[in-house]
Nanobody, 120 residues
C-alpha cells in the first residue's frame, strides 16, 4: 500500500558528507511524523532523528550539530543531511513514517534501509 524507499547511502571518508532521501509512495495517504533510525554492526537499532509535520525536529545526542533532518511534504520525502561523518556512523539507515491510510487508520511504515559506510 504505502512504501518507503531510502536512497543516498554509500561509502564516504571520515569528515565527509552524505545526504539520504526517503520517498513515500502508494495510494492516497497522509504522513505524520517521520524519522531516521540506524543499526550499526553488532548493535541495536537506534533513533537518529525525528521530524513532525510542522517541522519540529529532535536528534540523538551523537548526531547533534552534524546531522539535519528535513522534509518536503509536497514530495512525500524526508531527508537526512549528514556532515562530519565518523566511522561510528557506519550503519544501515532506515526511514520510518507514521502514515494515515484511507479506511485503515494510522500505520507505521519502514523502509528496507540504505547502507552508509564511513571509512578511509
Amino acid at each position: 500500500q504505502v512504501q518507503l524507499v531510502e536512497s543516498g547511502g554509500g561509502l564516504v571518508q571520515p569528515g565527509g558528507s552524505l545526504r539520504l532521501s526517503c520517498a513515500a509512495s502508494g495510494s492516497t495517504f497522509s504522513i505524520n511524523d517521520m524519522a531516521w533510525y540506524r543499526q550499526a554492526p553488532g548493535k541495536e537499532r537506534e533513533l537518529v532523528a525525528t521530524i513532525t509535520t510542522g517541522g519540529t525536529t529532535n536528534y540523538a545526542d551523537s548526531t547533534k550539530g552534524r546531522f539535519t533532518i528535513s522534509r518536503d511534504n509536497a514530495k512525500n520525502t524526508v531527508y537526512l543531511q549528514m556532515n562530519s561523518l565518523k566511522p561510528e556512523d557506519t550503519a544501515v539507515y532506515y526511514c520510518n513514517a507514521e502514515v494515515i491510510a484511507p479506511k485503515i487508520g494510522v500505520i507505521v511504515c519502514w523502509g528496507k534501509g540504505t547502507l552508509v559506510t564511513v571509512s578511509s
